[in-house]
C-alpha cells in the first residue's frame, strides 16, 4: 500500500515522511516503544542540567552558552530578592545597600525550595549563623525578626482575640 501522507503542508514534516517510525501505533496514538523512552530520558537529563546551572549554580550544559546562562542566573537571583523583599521589607530596611548583594551570596547555589517565606527565614538564619560583618544592631533586629515569624501560630484574630486585644476579654 504506497504511502499517502503529504509531503508538504500541514501534517508534513519530520516524522511524517515514508519510512518513519514515530514511536506510536498509528491506530491508537499508543507508545510503541521505538526509542520514545530514551529521547525522554535524554530530554530530561538535559533539563535538568540547565535548572541546575541556572538555579543551582551547576556548570553549563554542552551547547549552552555559559556567559548567557550566567546573565540569566543573575536575574533568576535578582527577581528572587525582589520577591523576598516584597514579602519580608523589613530585611532591606534592616541591611540597607547591602540586602541585594547578601542575598545574592546566599542565594548562589542554594535553590529555593518550599516557597519564598521559607527561603527568607533561611536566608535570616544563614545570615545569622555565618555573616560576621553584620552590625550588633543589624544582628539582633534580625534574630527578634526570625523569633517572631518561627514560634508558635499567634493566636486568632475571631471574637475572642478580638475581646483579648481590646482589653474587655479574659
Known amino acids: 500500500m504506497p504511502d ?3 509531503t508538504t503542508g500541514p501534517g508534513a514534516g519530520p516524522g511524517s515522511g515514508p519510512g518513519t517510525d514515530t514511536g506510536t501505533d498509528p491506530g491508537s496514538g499508543m507508545d510503541t516503544g521505538s526509542g520514545t523512552d530514551a529521547a525522554r530520558r ?33 536575574a533568576l537571583i535578582a527577581k528572587r530578592a525582589s520577591v523576598v523583599a516584597g514579602i519580608a521589607p523589613e530585611l532591606p530596611r534592616i541591611l540597607g545597600d547591602r540586602y541585594r548583594p547578601v542575598f545574592a551570596a ?3 547555589g542554594r ?28 544582628r539582633r533586629r534580625l534574630r527578634r525578626w526570625y523569633r517572631e ?17 481590646l482589653g474587655r476579654g479574659t
Open 149 to 165: 515569624r518561627s514560634g508558635r501560630a499567634p493566636r486568632g484574630w475571631g471574637p475572642a482575640g478580638l475581646l483579648r486585644l
Open 111 to 138: 535553590p529555593m525550595t518550599g516557597g519564598y517565606r521559607p527561603d527568607a527565614m533561611r536566608f535570616v538564619a544563614h545570615l545569622l549563623e555565618s555573616a560576621p560583618s553584620l552590625s550588633r544592631q543589624q
Open 4 to 6: 499517502t501522507r503529504p
Open 42 to 74: 535524554r530530554l530530561a537529563a538535559a533539563q535538568a542540567a540547565l535548572l541546575g546551572a541556572l538555579v543551582a549554580d551547576g556548570p553549563a550544559p554542552a551547547g549552552f552558552d555559559p556567559a548567557r546562562l550566567e546573565v540569566q542566573r543573575r
Open 106 to 108: 546566599y542565594a548562589r
